[in-house]
């Protein structure tokens, strides 16, 4: 399989930060969520359709953040998603939240796909088939 990239843009704003003007821990998640669902969308699986559709979503398993600096209010950020595994009804993650190339958050998640019930259910073939897709530039 051919390593899938995505990079999203997105701006701090004051929702995001504490009182010290910086970007509260736990919304770094917030925005890795993002980054991964820009992702899913950009291959034309957006969750709407994979829930409408597939009857499939999608539960962080596992997560692990090291936090190296902090964001600002106002401050333009990149989410880098790169998907790193393929499993039967899992993907893996690293992703990274950047601002002007500096690695702020650096996050390897674990990603399951479930059913309605909330039980696994592996990754439907069509979208299998799109993140096998060599998505690399000539």
Same mark, same amino acid.
Not at 19 to 22: D, H, R, T
């Given at each position: 399989m051919?390593?899938?990239? =995505?990079?999203?843009p ?5 929702? %995001?930060?504490d009182?010290?003007?910086?970007v509260? =821990?736990?919304n770094?998640?917030?925005f890795?969520?993002r +980054?991964?669902?820009e992702m899913l969308?950009?291959l034309?699986?957006p /969750?709407r359709?994979l829930g409408a559709e597939? +009857?499939? +979503?999608?539960?962080?398993?596992r ?6 600096a ?9 989410? %880098?998603?790169?998907l #790193?595994e393929?499993?039967?009804a899992?993907l #893996?993650? /690293? @992703? @990274?939240?950047c601002r %002007?190339g500096e690695v702020?958050?650096?996050? %390897?998640?674990l ?6 019930d ?8 069509a979208l299998?088939?799109?993140?096998? #897709?060599? =998505?690399s530039?000539?």
């Open positions: 051919s390593v899938l990239a =995505h990079s999203f997105l701006r701090v704003f004051y929702e %995001d930060t009182a010290g003007g910086m509260y =821990h736990a770094y998640l917030k890795a969520e +980054g991964r669902s969308r950009s034309g699986f /969750h359709k597939e +009857g499939v +979503g999608f539960a962080v398993r997560c692990t953040v090291e936090y190296r902090p964001a600002r209010l106002e401050d333009a950020l990149t989410v %880098d998603t790169r #790193t393929v499993g039967a899992t #893996t993650v /690293h @992703q @990274q939240v %002007d702020l958050a650096d996050l %390897d998640i990603v399951a796909c479930i059913g309605r909330g039980r696994p259910r592996r990754l439907p073939g299998r088939a799109a993140l096998a #897709t060599d =998505h530039s000539p």
